[in-house]
């Protein structure tokens, strides 16, 4: 299995960790009519399905995890694809669902997990505690990057000479 791969799925989990920590039930997503879409070298369908209720009101969401080295890059091609980007084509047959980009790169001030805001004109991002009705903590979110970096360090082997891994 190679890194990009590797990271891709420890992004998986890392979310799946942050909606289960918020009181979400999860459930692994099940295509019955349709399959994945198919993406250049890509399948692409959502990861799971997310279940709040809190006080009453039932939350449901669709989600798609995916990991990218430099959101910014990635958010600049998809408005350049404009009605062929991956996000615009996926939300066509699933019309809720929210997409969580994970990066080890995160913009000065970001979040290393983030949403895709769809727009009129352009798609941008947001930080994943900055949309309130999800209610995830910005602890949630803390605790969850300092993961990320450390695992994704001991990915790429950066250690220092005495064998501590730098974060």
């Known amino acids: 299995m190679e890194l990009y791969e590797t990271k891709s799925r420890i992004a998986e989990a890392l979310v799946e960790s942050i909606f289960r920590r918020a009181r979400y039930e999860l459930s692994a997503y099940r295509a019955e009519a349709i399959s994945p879409l198919r993406f250049g070298r890509e399948d692409f369908s ?39 980007s991956i996000v615009r084509l996926a939300r066509r ?16 001030g970001r979040s290393c997990f983030q949403l895709i ?7 941008t991002t947001l930080d994943l505690v900055e949309r309130d009705e999800l209610k995830i903590f910005q602890h949630n979110v803390d605790d969850h990057e300092t993961l990320l970096r450390r695992i994704y360090t001991l990915l790429t082997g950066e250690v220092t000479t005495g064998g501590v891994v730098k974060v």
């Open 93 to 108: 047959y699933w019309p809720n669902l929210t997409f969580v980009l994970v990066t080890d790169h995160p913009g000065p």
């Open 117 to 123: 805001e769809p727009g009129e004109d352009a798609m």
């Open 46 to 84: 959502p990861n799971f399905h997310a279940l709040s209720q809190d006080g009453g009101t039932e939350r449901r969401l669709l989600i798609e995890v995916k990991y990218r080295p430099f959101v910014e890059q990635f958010i600049s091609l998809e408005n350049q694809r404009n009605g062929s």
